[in-house]
Structure formats: structure tokens, C-alpha cells
């Protein structure tokens, strides 16, 4: 009964398949690669969807969640440092760890305080405060990101480092993970999200859904940059209304290989003195 | 024609596949999975080849590429803290910099020296050194490398850093290169590879095949690492006798898991403060 | 006619002096002895009539010229770190540190800016803001002025860095210079003056009086500290109304050792971890 | 009685005097004065007295108290950059960085250690080493010695930090102290006194003067500096035998103005960027 019903109904179709499995469920080298191949395509929609998603947002007010650090003529000065094509690397160096160093410090003051009394060396009280939760951690969006790790470092003591890889689908544009490795019990933390720089917000969307896949509580999460686009802070904040998101600068627009405009460059290439190339993460 | 060849040759021969590829050489969805798997089993197959291989190298010497810190209770102080199962990550962090440090420190100490003359502020002459090149880069093996990055750049004025991640495939345990950045025009520098641990020595013999194919003289390498197990060391040594291969410690063994042992533990993990898990890169 | 006059007029007087300098303005040993000994004593009567002044600030207004950093929880916390006598060498250290490197973020964006234009990697215009001057200096009051050095090096590249000894003479209670070594040419410097606490200010007005014997504009000058009593900052804004004055908190009282009230104890002690004693600068 | 006594013998000396006190014993002031000029001429002639002792050394061995770090060219490359009277001042800090590093990770390395076992990660057991005594303080002798303080905490966890300041008279030319902070019993630490260069060894003999003083036994002593010329090493060696004594690089001589040759130049000046004087501390 299976041989006329594979003739008649099965047989026909074969000439328009892209691929053909056979042994059905038990062939699972086969079914493996279908899987990965429909996760990809899935991907790449979502990202079509997005663009379409992002020319929305034009006009619309910045969002709540967004803490822009005050735009003084100090942090001002050390952009103008850090985006000029002609600086040395070893000035890109210097100028962006001390940005690094304020967008951190400006992201952790956003964490709630509890106020606390404790006695100074002359035996006379002091009213102060105390950070509600020690539990903090730091998580980097890999290479730009692990770029801020020394700055969080020096102002938290003993924090923990998580490192996340996303790389970009060179055929589909749609952000992959490639690499993940978080403290344990993440979900207890407060998580300071840490990338360089934000264009489409597409890495940083999906480091933050892997967050939220570990039970991390959006409120519980602030994404750190020093510089972002105006649609991925829109993007970001319309998928996760809840993340605090913290930038030195915001820029207007995003060119067509994904970079911010006026931006910085290729933030992980000056900062480490690779390779120029055409990879817009 | 084509008809019955079909039906006598191939469709029979349909039952016994694990993949059927209909329209031939212009289905270039199937045909680039194909490759991709065929490409994981001849890395699979070079593994266990490399197994047999290693076993082979029980009871001989050590090659005269391992340049072994001396090992004077200094070191072997600095190793205790950071090998103990007690120490805290603060410590841990704290002994694990400053081993580094003098790994970086003698490996730079292997590159060649010209004698060059300067004149000192008093007007006199002082006959010094220089080292032959100044094109020195740092390229780290993620996540355990990177924790020798500070030491470099804290050593090499503005030196320029790479980075390679490979990761380990659980169902073949063989590595794959997931990320790669390199400086422009690698060719031209010494470069000093680092990972913390080698073990079986995989991760570090893929990395150094990459940086082989971007034209990099084996001469020019320096391998350097805390810790090394013996079968790692003779395994790089027999493939790429040239490269240099600088630890602080040889340890005798390597586990079922791939830890060397008596160890250090997984070393990225009690640096970044990350889940202990079984991956064992 | 010269020895009648002496005999006359001057031998008679010899009985009442204190010292006697035969050989006339010849007589350099002589000299230097009582020019020192002259100074001592304006220096001494200056302290006393300073007390005076002081009383008679309370209950007036802060003076312009103070730059209190935002009393934000952040900022309080790290007071709360700092201030607790059961807080760690270690953990004091670390939070001093942090606590430093803001109060000099605060004192640079004091300065004033220019506007200029900067080409970006990707050949767009950015409008950004560049120091009015690069010459900028940092003097320490030692020793514990000192602990402000390393965060100002940070954050200044290749910035020169003077340094004043100024101690009390137990006797008198009156600050006297002991160690100077300025930059060369300090008089076209922006000068940021750092010392970790400002009790009476006593210390900081004799080095702010010593940057201004060497030319340095009062209004070139910031004095930065982490506290400061508020009688400290009356005096101070009394004696040079230009200077401007960073601090991260203002504390009520100075006790009868000069130590300001709750405070935060001998701030150089605590941190180089030496024995506490009686002297009070 | 007294009068003609004083017209006869006292009066015709007075105009060789240098200085005339009125009022015998009671006069306090001149009698003070007088004393400190007298304590200044006795040191004037010890220092005269040790640089005849001083060319008694000629041709004699070095001590065996000297431990110079071997002199690899990697050593000698430092020394080349920091010599070399063009060097930029960044990159004069950045080497001298890296020396002092050296200097005192081997000066470190000449302190008992005890065999000890812990068990690593992975539960087995490493013979390992730890350092007798975990009291250990460094003293830096200021202002030159300050910039080797970052070194040693670098290195070891909260180690307590003293100070020393000695001047040199100008007139005199000799070394007198002036500042003085120590770590509470510091007779019970192992102590590393710090100096950037030793040429004559005076402030250095004064410093652990110092320290003997307050009960630090000799034994217990490591005296470190980046150059030292070998007049001082032998002086230092034969006032203080057991004191070990570590530096990076011996020079022959030093000149009229007391500085090592070939030299370093003023290596406070040239670190910290002040002004080049006679004085020659």
C-alpha cells in the first residue's frame, strides 16, 4: 500500500524539492541541517520585519528608558577625541577608557540605594547609603564590548564578567550567537549589558533576549554604550520597554553597511589595531 | 535516455542515502550543507588521529622549542595561590595578573636584541639594546587569553591585539574556529599567542594553523601560557617545531574531560567568575 | 666720623638686641638666619589672626566659588565606604580611588571649552568641543594629596605632576613648607590642586600662596579635594576669592586635633596603611 | 670690672665675628640659631669623611650583599629607552613602568619560602611554595621612590606603604630628614626600601639609618633601586652588610653634581615633568 502511494503522491513532488530525506524521522543527520536551515530563514525575516519596524519610529519622541548621559562640553570633548579619523590610537585609547569610565559610573548610579548609618573613625555617625543589591554583574558584547570590561572592573570589586558573541550573517545580515558564557544564577544579578557602540540594535536585542532566556528580569538589566542611533534605541526599547539604556551620544542615522552616522568608526578595529573590514559588527 | 538510467542506477540506490540532492550542481542550498559536514568529519577523523599520535610521545623529551620559566619558589608560589581550590576570586585574579605579567615579560625576552648607542642626559654614552623589531603583536585564544591582553599592552607600547575564538564541538570534541580578528598585515609581525591553559593542545594547534595561513612566518610565533600538560607541549612541537613555546609549569597529565592535571581548574571561569560547566576549552 | 656715630648711637642700643651682625649686609650667614627666622614669625601670628576669621564665618553662605560635586546616592555611598571605621585597607583603597576619580572629572569640566570640527572615520562632520588649553598640571600636597595623582594621570595623558611638602610645626600649629618641585613655567599651567582632605584649609592656603609667589593665576587654579570642613572653605574663599574649590562633601566641624567632623580619619594613613599619630596634617 | 674686661678682650674680636649673641645663655633665639648651623657643619664634614672612604673602594669586588637582576638584553633594552636623553616623556614613564616591575618582582623572589601542598580544582593534590612571612612593607624614599610604589602593590595584595623624605642641604651637601610616615611595628615586617637610583648612597644610608632606628633588624631589609652607581653600592655594603641591595644596571662613576654617570639624568624630573634644578636628590 506504501509503494502506490509513493509513486502516485510522493514521487511527483521530487522534482521540486530543494532536498529530499530519506528514512524519514530516524534520519537525523538530515533533519539536523533542515532545522538549522529554517532557524537561519526565520532570522533573516525577522530582520526585514525590523527594518520596516524602524522607519516608524521617525519623529517619535526618544524613549523613557533611554538615561543620556548630560551632554557637557567634557563628554562632548572627549567624543570630538575619539570620533576624529586622525587620532592615534593610543589617544583613541586614552580618551575612550576615560569615557568608558563615566558611562559606567552613570549607568551603576541608576541602581536603587538604601540609606545606612555607619561610624567614622572619630567615633561620630554618618548618615549614608548603600547600593540595595552587591549582586551585580557585567556582561560584554563581544570584542567592542569587552573593550568597557576594565572600567567596570575598577569600580565594582570582584565583579563577575559574562561574554556574549554575535556575529553577523554575512548572507542574511541577521545576528547569530556564537559564543555565551554567563555567571551562574545570573538571574539574581542586576546586569550592566555593556557594546560600544548600538547601530541597529540588532546584537544588542539579542544578547538581551539570551539575558531574558536566563530568567533575567528586564528591569533588572541597563545596556551601557558610548555611542548609539537613534533607531536602535527605538528598536531596543519598543522590544524591551523595561531595560534601562545608557549612551553618551545619540546619533541621527545608520548607513548602509550598518554603521553610525556620524559615529566612530569601527570601534573594536581602532581600539585594538585590526583590520579594517567590511563586518559591521 | 536519462529515464531509465535513472530508474535502473539511481532511484534504487535512493534507499541507502542520507541525503538526495535533486537538480544536481545548481542546488546550492544542499550542496553547501554537504560540504559543511563533510568538512566537521575530516576534523573529527584529524582528532582521533591526533590521540594516537600523542600516546606516542610518552617517555621522550622535551622539545628544545619549551622555553620553561625557571621555576624558582617565586613561581611555584604564584602557582599555589592560583591552582588552590580555596583561593578566592579576588586573589585568584590578583596572583593570576601578576604570573602573567612575568610569562609576557619572558616570552618578549626570547625575541633578537641589536646593540645601539644613546646618549644620556649627562652627555655620555650608554651602549644598550634594541629589539630588532618593533611589529610586535598579541593575539589571544578567547575567553583565557584574553586575560593576558593587560599584561601585553602594559608591556608593549600600543601594541596591536588579534583574537581567535575556537570552540569546541561536544559531539566530535574537535575545536572550530567561531571568530577571528587579526591585525593588517600579520605577516610582518612577531606574534605572541596566548591562552592561559593548553591541555591537549587543539585549541592552540587551530590558532596557530590560522595564523599560518595568514602568511606568518612559524619563526615568528611565540606560543606562551600559565600552565601547560606535557602531551600538549609535544604535540604543538611535532607540528610546528619553529613556533616558540613559553609556560610557567609542565603538568604530567590531561583528563577524560580534557583538564590538565593537577591544574588550575577551568582557569576563564575563576577569572570572570562564570558558571563552571563541561565544556572544556 | 664713623666711630664717634657708633660709639654715639649704635654700641648703647647693643644691650637690648637679640642678635647683633657685625660686618653690615656682608654678613650673609647672619642674614639668611634672621630672614628665616622673620618668616616664622609672620607665619605664626597669620594662624592666630586666622582663627579669629574663622569664627566669624559660621552661619554665612557658601561661597560661589565652591564646586560641591551633585550629592547623589552614588556619591554618598562611596562616602559610606570610605567614612566607616570598619571598612578594610583593601575596600578603602578601592572605593578612595573611585571616589578620586570623579572629584577630578568634576575639576577638569571646570575648564573652559572651545567649539571645533572633526572629520569621523566614516567622512561626516562632527561638531565637538576641545580644552581652551592643554597645558594642564596637577600639584599634590603630600602625602595624602598624593592618592589623587594616579587618578589624574588617567585622565590626562602625559600630564606633569608638582609636588608640596607642607608640614605643622607641633609647637606653633603652623603650616611650613618643606619639600617644592613644581613644573617648570607652572605660570601658564591650569593648576589642579589636590589634597584628600581640607580640615582648617591652613595646608592648602600656604600651597596655594606658593603657586601664586611662582605666578600662577588665581584663576587658573582648582583645588579638588574628596572633604572638606566648612570652615576650611570660608578661609580659603576669603583668602583667594578666584580659586574655585571641588569637593565631594562638605562636612560641619573641625575638632580640636584639626580633624574634620564626622569625617573620615587620617585620610593618609588609612591608606597607606601607616601608624595613626598626633600629627595632623 | 666687667666693662674694661669687655673693652679689652671682648670688644676687638667682635669685628671678626660672625654673628654676636647679647644676653649670654638667656638669648634663645641666637642660641637655637647657632645650633643649627653648627648641626650643619658637622654633617658637612662626614659627608667630606665618607668621600675619602668612598675612593678607598676603587678596584675592590662588588659585595655579596649586591644582587644585580642578570643583565639580558631585555634589561638592557630598558635601560636604553629610559637612558636615552630623547626619550618622550610617555614613553620614559611607560619603560620605567616596566623596569620597576622587574626590580621588584626580584627583589621579592629573595625572600624565604616554605614547601606547602593544596589541592587543586580538581582534587588532586601540588606540592607548592609560599613566602615565609606574608608581613612585607615597602618604604619609598621620595620624591624618585614614589614612582616604584605602583609596582609594589601591584604585586603584593594591601601591602602597607612608608615614606621617606631626605633632602640634601644645599650648602652642606649633605642629607637631612624631613618627612617621615611608617607602618605601625614595622620591626616585625620584611621591608623593601625603594630609591629610583643610589649614586653617592647617602639619602639611602640615612633611610635605613632610619629604619634600624625603629628596630628593623638589617637581615630583614632589600634596598631596590633601577641604577646605582658602584661608589654607593660599596659605601651602602659597608655600613650595612646585611641589608641585600637589588638594582637593574651598575654605573662606574659620579660626577661633581653627584649624579650617577652615564646616568638616567633626574629621574624625578624626567618622570614626573618638573623642572630640572641643581639639586641634585
Do not use: W
Not at 524539492?17 to 525577522?46: C, F, S, W
Not at 517619535?60 to 538615561?67: G, N, T
Not at 546586569?191 to 539575558?211: P, Q
Amino acid at each position: 500500500m506504501v509503494k502506490p502511494s509513493y509513486a502516485n503522491y510522493i514521487a511527483p513532488t521530487m522534482a521540486h524539492a530543494d532536498i529530499i530525506v530519506p528514512r524519514g524521522g530516524e534520519n537525523k543527520v538530515a533533519i539536523h541541517l533542515i532545522v538549522q536551515h529554517v532557524h537561519t530563514q526565520l532570522q533573516l525575516r525577522g530582520f526585514k520585519l525590523r527594518e520596516t519596524l524602524v522607519n516608524s519610529y521617525k519623529d517619535q519622541p526618544m524613549p523613557d528608558s533611554l538615561h543620556l548621559l548630560p551632554p557637557t562640553p567634557q563628554i562632548k570633548g572627549l567624543h570630538t577625541f575619539i570620533r576624529c579619523r586622525g587620532t592615534s590610537r593610543d589617544e583613541f585609547i586614552f580618551y575612550s577608557k576615560r569615557l568608558i569610565r563615566l558611562v559606567i559610573e552613570y549607568a551603576l548610579s541608576l541602581f536603587p540605594f538604601k540609606t545606612t548609618t555607619v561610624e567614622t573613625p572619630q567615633g561620630v555617625l554618618y548618615e549614608g547609603k548603600r547600593m540595595g543589591s552587591r549582586k551585580i554583574c557585567g556582561v560584554s558584547i563581544l570584542r567592542a564590548g569587552e573593550t568597557m570590561e576594565q572600567a567596570i572592573c575598577d569600580v565594582c570589586k570582584d565583579i563577575r564578567i559574562g561574554k556574549i558573541l554575535i556575529q553577523t550573517n554575512r548572507n542574511t545580515g541577521e545576528p547569530e550567537l556564537y559564543y555565551l558564557r554567563l555567571p551562574k544564577d545570573i538571574k539574581d544579578y542586576k546586569v550592566i549589558l555593556m557594546d560600544a557602540t548600538v547601530a541597529t540594535g540588532a546584537a544588542a536585542m539579542m544578547a538581551l533576549r539570551v539575558l531574558l532566556d536566563h530568567d533575567v528580569p528586564e528591569e533588572n538589566i541597563i545596556l551601557a554604550s558610548l555611542l548609539m542611533a537613534e533607531i536602535g534605541v527605538h528598536s531596543i526599547a519598543y522590544a524591551f520597554p523595561k531595560v534601562r539604556i545608557v549612551t553618551s551620544a545619540l546619533d541621527p542615522e545608520v548607513n548602509e553597511k550598518f554603521y553610525v552616522i556620524p559615529g566612530i568608526g569601527n570601534f573594536g578595529d581602532r581600539y585594538f589595531g585590526t583590520e579594517p573590514s567590511d563586518d559591521y559588527l
